[in-house]
């Protein structure tokens, strides 16, 4: 009678799948296993190695340039070929000059550089990273890296302030020198022109002060004033007294003998008295001085009231005799006295006199002298400040070298110093095998569904029984003879040997790389270690 098979679902389906092409399951998983876990012990280790280094703007010329650019100065081709050479490399000095430059580009890529600015602005913290298989050999070359990059920054700062502070040496030594050459010039000047380099700076009528022949001027012409004063003041004295001498008689009456009456002698004597006040009060004033005119007229009064006071007597019988002037002598002689010192005025008037109009004529030709002067003066004066503010700088730039040249002015500070690190960072094994195991299960599963799934017939009584309408009766297995039999078992038994014998090989290789390399061949070792430089 006619069966109805029961249908089953997609999952069952996919693990009787599963069961029944296990070993095409396992069998790629193993092999991609065994490959991963070899991959994870004969890949070359890396050991990655670490530094922070601070750079703080503390010198002059470090600014925050050189920490943005520390990422292409530190990886810079230059500075890690240097680093190498110095350094000794046996490595890198083997190959050929083509081989060399192939290994300091990868050297280059294995180079991290990160900076970080900080919070105020200032302050730059650059981290620098790099990855060897030699452990030794990443710590000593991160350490001489960053040493090479300091030093470098250092001695361009140092370099660039020595430049500076030349430059600016020869800029004082050329405003020195220029200094030096003008005030010889301004020196020769005066020399030629016998003027005295004492104070020269222009008065206010273009001249120079300290120029003796201006400074003679002056004082002839101040001396010449005062001359001309004292010669006005003597002619009028000459010219009172010659007066008073004119007025005065050659000869005076004797001693008179009054018959009858009384004189009036006291009263002329008085007047005289009065008479010799004026004459000495009116010396003090110059003849354009209001007090001058004043006393002349009274003095002409108090003459004329003495001669009519001479002229009257109160008695007319009078007894006298005649005798010459007593007070013409001294009078003449005081009148020669001060005609000699009028002569000795005049003719030191007339020297002042030409001594002016060769001072003013020296002077018209000393014009384009003084002009030449003041220039000069200004020129120096200029020179003089440009020397002052060139010396001012050259010894603000000595300063700063100084502290750049100082351990204050270092602006690096290693704050993370370069540790050997115990264990290899990259790759890591663990996730290798673990990788190999996933992928060699999803090659598996992916052979076996594909094989299962690729053909385009009937795999089972279920796939009929879902497409017939009618019920299947029943089925038939699959008849092998004892010969196919023997045929897909020694099939099988071929497959595994060769796959046990091959999963051993690798296992095998694996153990001996990891535990002792001389179990090997020089031949297998040296494709190894050719396939590791591959790897690296």
Request: charged content about 30%.
């Amino acid at each position: 009678m006619a069966v109805t098979v029961e249908s089953r679902g997609q999952l069952a389906e996919f693990l009787d799948v599963l069961r029944r092409r296990r070993w095409q399951v396992l069998l790629p998983a193993a092999f991609v296993l065994a490959f991963g876990l070899a991959f994870a012990v004969i890949v070359p280790k890396k050991y990655l190695v670490k530094t922070q280094v601070e750079l703080r703007p503390v010198s002059v010329s470090v600014s925050s340039k050189d920490g943005a650019n520390a990422a292409f100065q530190v990886r810079s081709r230059e500075r890690v070929r240097e680093v190498v050479g110095n350094l000794k490399n046996q490595e890198y000095l083997a190959l050929s000059p083509e081989q060399r430059h192939e290994w300091i580009a990868d050297l280059q890529s294995s180079i991290k550089v990160s900076p970080l600015r900080s919070g105020d602005g200032e302050t730059t913290f650059v981290n620098i990273e790099y990855a060897s298989v030699d452990r030794q050999w990443a710590v000593t070359f991160l350490k001489a890296l960053r040493h090479h990059w300091c030093e470098d920054v250092l001695a361009r700062d140092r370099n660039k302030v020595r430049e500076e502070k030349s430059a600016l040496l020869e800029k004082q030594l050329a405003a020195e020198r220029q200094l030096n050459a003008e005030e010889a010039t301004l020196t020769e000047l005066c020399r030629k022109h016998k003027i005295y380099r004492g104070d020269q700076r222009p008065r206010p009528d273009g001249s120079i002060a300290g120029d003796p022949s201006l400074d003679l001027l002056s004082q002839n012409v101040a001396e010449l004033d005062d001359i001309k004063s004292l010669l006005t003041q003597k002619r009028v004295e000459q010219a009172v007294l010659q007066a008073r001498f004119d007025e005065m008689p050659a000869e005076i009456e004797g001693p008179t003998e009054v018959l009858s009456g009384a004189g009036n002698d006291e009263e002329i004597a008085q007047l005289e008295r009065e008479i010799v006040a004026k004459r000495a009060e009116l010396l003090k004033y110059l003849p354009n001085h209001y007090r001058f005119a004043q006393l002349s007229r009274e003095l002409e009064e108090l003459t004329d009231r003495r001669d009519r006071t001479a002229r009257i007597l109160k008695r007319t019988d009078v007894i006298a005799s005649r005798q010459p002037n007593p007070e013409r002598t001294p009078l003449r002689k005081q009148i020669e006295d001060l005609e000699l010192e009028i002569q000795k005025l005049e003719a030191r008037q007339r020297g002042l006199e030409q001594a002016i109009s060769d001072s003013e004529r020296h002077g018209a030709e000393m014009q384009s002298v003084w002009g030449d002067l003041r220039q000069l003066e200004n020129k120096i004066a200029v020179l003089r400040e440009a020397h002052k503010q060139a010396e001012l700088a050259f010894n603000e730039k000595s300063r700063q070298l100084a502290m750049v040249e100082s351990p204050s002015g270092n602006p690096f500070v290693v704050t993370e110093d370069v540790i050997p690190p115990l264990h290899p960072t990259e790759p890591n094994p663990t996730m290798i095998v673990a990788f190999a195991l996933v992928a060699g299960l999803a090659a598996g599963l992916a052979l076996a569904l594909g094989l299962e799934f690729s053909k385009s017939a009937f795999r089972s009584v279920h796939d009929v029984g879902r497409l017939l309408v009618v019920p299947v009766l029943g089925s038939v297995n699959t008849i092998q003879t004892e010969r196919e039999l023997r045929a897909a078992s020694m099939r099988r038994l071929l497959i595994g040997l060769s796959s046990i014998l091959l999963l051993a090989s690798v296992g095998f290789v694996t153990w001996a790389w990891a535990a002792s390399p001389e179990l090997l061949s020089s031949g297998l070792r040296a494709k190894i270690e050719l396939l590791r430089e591959q790897l690296r």
